[in-house]
């Protein structure tokens, strides 16, 4: 199945988020196989992030939950909040590389 998962950063947090950020890379590096498409969403360029957001591929949203819970960023209390979702692709049959 294949899954959106939008992160909430909690507010003013931007140091906790620098130091993991070598953790959470090589986290997200060892996971590919299930996060292909991984980053963080901000206001504008250059802003501090706001969160984060994820495309994923597993076999039930408890097993994304399970993982996220691993993440560097989620061990450190950098996430406020997130949201699994199951998302559908407008076109099932197109492959692409972002």
């Known amino acids: 199945m294949l899954f959106a998962v939008i992160f909430t950063d909690k507010p003013g947090c931007g140091d906790i988020r620098a130091a993991q950020l070598p953790a ?19 206001a ?3 802003a501090v992030p706001k969160g984060g957001l994820w495309l994923a591929e597993a076999e039930s949203k408890a ?3 399970a993982l996220l819970q691993t993440d560097p960023f989620f061990t ?5 909040s997130y949201e699994i979702l199951h998302w559908s692709k407008a076109n099932d049959a197109r492959k692409v590389l972002i």
Do not use: C
Not at 76 to 80: E, F, I, S, T, Y
């Open 24 to 42: 959470h890379i090589a986290w997200l590096e060892a996971h590919q196989d299930i996060i292909p498409v991984g980053g963080s969403l901000r």
């Open 44 to 46: 504008k360029p250059g």
């Open 63 to 65: 097993q994304i939950e």
């Open 76 to 80: 450190a209390g950098l996430r406020q």
